[in-house]
């Protein structure tokens, strides 16, 4: 649990940027607890206990920074706490399905490197498992509005547009791609 924790306030450090506390009173964390639990993201922890746990466990891992300046005491993920982060948002990743399908298709074409196979591979590996179907190697198919999700593997993976695109179609030819898209999503 102390793990989810831990992921889940890096997370929220690294869209904060930097969260600043006054260090007036001896009760620091107990009061960076207080200042997390109020986000709506964090109010079913509750426990400010395991807050402060996950803050330890953050700060001894060297992804977190805590200094004081002046009168306050400032808080931001590292370096390496930016990359943990990238990492679990990586594996976080799903692209929500609407009540009620726009009727356009969502195709990925890629063409990256044989220089670059590593990346090729793990980015075709992401699509899989984000419910992509490959309608070629390089050629890749969705049914719902995805492209937040691409353009953060495309930005996880340092790729850039002229590598992989996205395109909105409004029929595809290949039924039969089309007929079990359809029945897996009921669209």
């Not at 007036?24 to 960076?32: A, C, D, G, I």
């Amino acid at each position: 649990m102390k793990a989810e924790y831990s992921r889940k306030i890096l997370a929220f450090l690294l869209l904060a940027g930097v969260v600043t506390i006054a260090s007036t009173s001896p009760y620091f964390l107990y009061n960076l607890a207080r200042f997390i639990l109020r986000d709506k993201r964090f109010r079913h922890f509750g426990d400010e206990k395991k807050i402060r746990d996950a803050f330890y466990y953050l700060k001894k891992n060297g992804l977190i920074k805590i200094e004081k300046s002046g009168h306050d005491i400032i808080v931001t993920p590292t370096e390496k706490g930016r990359r943990r982060a990238a990492v679990n948002k990586l594996f976080d990743l799903k692209i929500a399905v609407p009540k009620k399908w726009d009727g356009l298709w969502r195709v990925v074409i890629f063409d990256i490197p044989d220089t670059q196979k590593i990346k090729r591979n793990a980015f075709r590996r992401k699509l899989k498992e984000l419910g992509f179907y490959s309608l070629q190697k390089s050629v890749w198919a969705c049914p719902f509005k995805c492209d937040k999700e691409i353009n953060f593997l495309r930005d996880f993976f340092g790729l850039d547009k002229k590598q992989i695109e996205i395109l909105l179609v409004k029929s595809m030819e290949n039924d039969i791609i089309v007929k079990k898209m359809r029945d897996v999503y009921k669209i």
